[in-house]
């Protein structure tokens, strides 16, 4: 098993905008082969700064995501909202 920490940094006034593309992303990625759950995080004081922690079963499953289509199609409705690029950080537990 692997974890996908995404930090993304929203801009000012638009986090419900953000959080309805966002539920839709997580929404599609429930049917993704590999995709076991994840999570949706805002830091406390920090509305613009979100944490997504996704649990997938390998690297494998994990990159097929990433370069589907229709991860491609939810990011269009998500990427506008952000100030920067997102951050994606790769995660496995230790022996």
Known sequence: MIKI???????????????????????????????????SLVEMGRSDHRLMITKWRDMRAW??????EERAAAMQRVMPLL????????YEATQ
């Open 83 to 90: 100030t920067e690029e997102e951050t994606i950080s790769v």
């Open 63 to 68: 990159k097929e995501w990433y370069t589907s």
């Open 5 to 39: 920490i995404i930090e993304r940094r929203i801009m000012p006034g638009l986090e419900e905008e953000y959080e309805q593309a966002a539920r839709e992303a997580m929404r599609i990625s429930l049917g993704a082969r590999g995709f076991v759950g994840g999570e």
